[in-house]
């Protein structure tokens, strides 16, 4: 489990944990718990850091994957509406940013698994990461039109994944430092 305390966040075995009361989530499918007892002295982790990017690359794929799917089966004017030039161009940037945020993710937990402590790449996997997922999760919404802010499509849940992630593990001043060291 990702545990949040005043020192900042660690992963630590669920069973090593006394849980106490569960609060509501940001949506059906995301459940935080509290911990009895507090979270101890936990430490910013480059797992952790490895384990968001990732988690922010798989929004990033997902919602690129979803808005290509819409886009085919979605019809204006007798045509998909993936025939479009600017649905196009929007598709195509999607999978840039996907695939960039991927590449770096992965060259990140390859240095990470090979023990090398390597800041600099998990900070470039998060920037990349957040910025491909709060990019591509926006434009889901825009490729869903008016149907991806509504509770009947599941386009808006990625973008609030996404801000849930970012806030989560080291902050943005502490990326930008081991980017410009």
Known sequence: MVVFGPGGASLRARS?????T???GLDHTMKFERIEGGAGNAQPALRLEVLIAAYLTGIAQATTDMAVEYAKQRE???QPIGAFQAIKHSCADMATRASAADTQTLFAATVF????????EAAAARV???????ENAKANIQTHG??????ECD???FLKRAMVMDM???DARMRRAALTA
């Open 16 to 20: 090593d944990l006394t849980l106490a």
């Open 22 to 24: 569960t609060d509501g």
């Open 76 to 78: 204006q004017f007798g």
């Open 113 to 120: 698994g090979a023990g090398m402590d390597d800041a600099v």
């Open 128 to 134: 990349l990461a957040k910025r491909a997922a709060f």
């Open 146 to 151: 008016g149907m991806g802010f509504t509770a």
């Open 155 to 157: 386009a808006h849940l």
């Open 168 to 170: 989560l593990g080291s």
